[in-house]
């Protein structure tokens, strides 16, 4: 064996029939230096923790957890249950993946009173972690199951676990972004009655709310933020988004107005989400804090972007020509900017405007296949067809690959004429077809 490791490193099929041989000869020492080697030397799997069992030595936690892992991946529960608790006897005590573990089977066998009551009652001495209560939590939440959660709460801390607010906001925005926004609702409600949130807190149960449309909630959410914590600017440019949803325009302006009054500066992001939320319903009113706006800070892309499309999608055709030309003048408009400018242009049916702002991007660097998507998809919502078919066969010399979404425009291009599928596919076919060139290129 000495001489095998020379050249070449043993499998733990290898580490099993040594340490499993020497045991049997009863050479104590050896056994228990092949087992440390082993655990050294490779990654064991499960047949080489139950080969250094069986050598009598006493495995530690990570070791019964793999075996146990093992076990319920088999669907065993009974034996999983039974070596925990042989593990248990042996006074080691369960790691926290252990725990959960066994929750993961419970939650994907839809057995939550089975997995509450585990967590309950625990093994002997030992009781799971506060990361697994957590875990537990939100699965109940997601299971619609958030009436239980309260119950749940107290008996987590009766046990003796403080929690954190990383830990809530956590679990909160688990919730929220997974779509169970009523459940983060309640849970935030509960929540409240032992721990005082901070502003991450409110600016993640407001997002998700404002997102989900939840009118009423945030309306008191806002109001409740302003009164319960220091509001600072990450937490109002939350605000002026959900309310950008939800409210009007005067409202968001509002709320605007209060974020200026305090001693806050608002920074680029917060101005590119309050332009947004107004540009949906007022774009005049867009257009006059725009223009504030510039007197005390120099636009971005993502800012040039918003107001442009905001306005095209209003039909303000001089506004929108009059936007793109001062883009283009005021700031180097990046990959998202010339396609915001493009699909502006196709919007208010200029398309000759869009082929020559996408002219202008071939001289100044790569066009992607996303810009070229937009064209042709601008193309086709104005009729263009021709001109589609001859934006399309430019990609192949431009060695641009044209991607999935290409090929939906493409399809329904093809399915305005005569035989549709046969000449998208003839088309799809021809795309890709390369010259043979000498044998094995």
Known sequence: FAEMRKIMSPGPVTWSTVISRMSQAMRIDDTRNLIRDAQLDCTPDKHLWGAMIKANVKPNANAWGTIIRSDLKANDLVTAFSRMEEMVADDVEPTSYTWNDFLDYYISSNRFDDAYDFLLNGMGKFKPSASSWFKLLFAFGKAGKSDLQPQMIKNMMALGHHLDLKAWNIVLHSLGKSGHVQAMLNLFAEMRKIITPNAVTWSTVIDHAGTAMHRAEVMSLIEEAQKSVFVNE????????????????????????????????????????????????????????????????????????????????????????????????????????????????????????????????????????????????????????????????????????????????????????????????????????????????
Not at 294 to 304: C, D
Not at 316 to 337: G, V
């Open 234 to 441: 990450p937490l109002w440019k939350t605000m002026i988004k959900a309310m950008g949803i939800v409210g009007t325009s005067d409202q968001t302006e509002k709320l605007f107005e209060a974020l200026k009054s305090s001693y806050l500066i608002p920074g680029l992001r917060t101005w590119n989400v309050f332009l947004n939320a107004l540009g949906k319903s007022d774009p005049d009113r867009m257009l006059h804090h725009f223009a504030e706006m510039r007197k005390i800070m120099s636009p971005g892309p993502v800012t040039w972007s918003t107001v442009i499309s905001r306005m095209s999608q209003a039909m303000r055709i001089d506004d929108t020509r009059n936007l793109i030309r001062d883009a283009q003048l005021d700031c180097t408009p990046d990959k998202h900017l010339w396609g915001a400018m493009i699909k502006s242009m196709g919007d208010i049916g200029d398309v000759d405007g869009a082929e020559e702002l996408f002219g202008k991007i071939g001289n100044s660097s790569e066009i992607s296949v996303e810009i070229w998507n937009i064209l042709l998809n601008v193309l086709l919502q104005n009729s263009q067809h021709e001109k589609l078919k001859i934006q399309f066969e430019k990609m192949k010399p431009a060695k641009v690959l044209p991607n999935e979404k290409t090929w939906e425009i493409l399809k329904k291009y093809f399915q305005m004429g005569e035989n549709s599928f046969l000449n998208w596919r003839r088309a799809k076919r021809q795309f890709y077809l390369r010259k043979k060139t000498k044998k094995g290129q």
